[in-house]
């Protein structure tokens, strides 16, 4: 990358528009998103983190943090703002004998995850290891050991950050505790997260893998799991998806532009368990079944997530249950053919569903099941047929609505639509306290309240 030093001013790099490498460093990861801040801010360290928000304030500009920019669409414009790229904080650090993490701000779980198997550790991590460390633990962090062991963000011991003052904060259960609340789960409002300290989990192995049908069964694969899901037990997080597999060279060889229905999931638990409980799903006749005792790296590439950045558009809805008529139109809606490209059916419950005494602020995620869906953009035709079938399907679920996980939205929204009420002001008052005059921009904002 070319850069531009500004040693004087003690920032490190910064990127502005016209410089060399300025469209790569304000490239997002979904390309329908263009981003154009007024800067973007390589820092290489907590001081040149503070420098740069000192230099930001100075001329009246706003500052938002971005490690991958998995989650840039939610920003909106960004005239006024100075990006703060966080790739460059990447120090690791694993206490195998603790089962403690600590992490830069720039680490994606891709880096972490080997390692941590090879040491028979798992963590909380979601379902693309392409996504930062960070970015996913202050959203909440949904993944495949969720329903035993809940959201990455209450796993999460100590955050260090550099708030809009230019002060370096070291905050936990003790310091600070109001913030280290705020920030589990209420999202990059709060100021520049630099690194995090988190728990992990002795995992040797587990049971995993996925039951692939053709695209035809899709109906029958949603019921029957539909049907299993208060059979499965918290050690089992599961998913049902349609996918239509694109014909591109990241996708496996043998699914290539294959329409599909999937059945996947994650059992804390050993091989007689895992057969017992997915036999009703078995019994369809699958024509591909990768499940295994396998070590816990295996769930990075569970989901078949994009490693590239790639353009499209998402929707997504937390939902308390899905009946027969739903589900029969939504696979209607997502047959082959369909603008959309998958439809991601996510088990929660379970330790998703209970509030441990010591949460941040996102404790739970309401519902039963978390929706996903996405289709790419590639023309005139996917741009318009794309967002009306998200709209038919987000029609579809309306009425079985839990609310929403914002990690999960990818758009510009009502942030205080996924808090209730009492979390959401209690957020506000942590934002006045630290940044009153809102300089720290999140992707889903939270504004201070009036002081
Ligand atoms: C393909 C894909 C798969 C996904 N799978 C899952 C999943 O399984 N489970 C799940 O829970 N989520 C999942 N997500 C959502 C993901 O957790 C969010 O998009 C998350 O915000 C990504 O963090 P990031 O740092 O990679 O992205 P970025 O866009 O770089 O950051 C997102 C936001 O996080 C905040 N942030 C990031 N770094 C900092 C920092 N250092 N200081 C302060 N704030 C910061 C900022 O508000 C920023 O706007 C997925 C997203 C994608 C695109």
């Not at 997080?237 to 229905?261: I, K, M, N, Q, Y």
Request: charge should be negative.
């Amino acid at each position: 990358m070319s850069i531009i030093d500004h040693p004087a001013a003690g920032l490190g790099t910064l990127v502005r528009p016209g410089d060399p490498g300025w469209d790569r460093v304000r490239q997002a990861f979904n390309l329908l998103v263009d981003q154009q801040p007024e800067a973007v801010a390589l820092p290489a360290d907590e001081r040149e983190v503070a420098a740069v928000i000192g230099w930001a304030r100075e001329r009246g500009l706003r500052v938002a943090a971005q490690a991958t920019g998995h989650n840039a669409g939610p920003l909106g414009p960004l005239e006024g703002t100075v990006l703060l790229n966080t790739a460059r904080l990447d120090a690791l650090r694993i206490d195998a004998a603790a089962r403690r993490v600590r992490v830069g701000a720039g680490v994606k779980w891709q880096r972490l995850l080997p390692e941590l198997s090879g040491l028979g550790l798992a963590a909380l991590h979601g379902s693309s290891p392409d996504v930062g460390v960070v970015g996913y633990s202050l959203g909440g962090g949904l993944g495949w050991l969720g329903r035993r062991h809940g959201l990455q963000c209450n796993a999460v011991t100590a955050i260090e950050l550099v708030t809009a003052d230019g002060s370096l904060i070291r905050t936990d259960e003790v310091h600070e505790p109001e913030l280290f609340w705020a920030l589990r789960g209420g999202g990059g409002s709060f100021g520049i997260v630099t690194a995090i300290e988190f728990t992990v989990l002795a995992v040797p192995e587990l049971y995993a893998g996925a039951l692939l049908f053709d695209a035809a069964q899709a109906g029958a694969v949603l019921r029957r799991w539909r049907d299993a899901l208060p059979s499965f037990p918290d050690e089992l997080t599961s998913w049902a998806s349609v996918l239509h597999v694109p014909d591109v060279p990241f996708a496996p060889e043998p699914l290539r532009g294959r329409s599909l229905a999937i059945l996947s999931g994650a059992l804390l638990g050993d091989e007689a368990q895992g057969r017992e409980l997915l036999a009703p799903l078995r019994e369809l006749g699958p024509m591909m079944d990768s499940f295994a005792m396998v070590p816990p790296l295996a769930l990075a590439e569970l989901a078949m997530d994009p490693p590239e950045p790639l353009p499209y558009r998402t929707g997504h809805e937390l939902l308390s249950g899905l009946d027969d008529a739903t589900i029969d139109a939504a696979v209607a809606l997502l047959a082959p053919g369909s603008p959309l490209g998958g439809l991601q059916l996510r088990h929660l419950g379970g330790a998703l569903g209970r509030a441990g005494e010591r949460a941040g602020a996102r404790a739970t995620l309401p519902g039963e099941i978390a929706s996903f869906a996405f289709g790419l953009v590639v023309d005139e035709a996917s741009a318009a047929a794309v967002p009306a079938a998200l709209a038919q399907l987000a029609a579809l679920f309306a009425p079985a609505s839990a609310g929403a996980y914002p990690s999960f939205v990818e758009v510009p929204d009502r942030t205080s639509r996924f808090f209730d009420p009492s979390t959401w002001e209690r957020l506000r008052s942590v934002k006045a306290l630290y940044d009153p005059a809102d300089t720290i921009r999140g992707n889903h904002h939270v504004a201070p309240s009036a002081r």
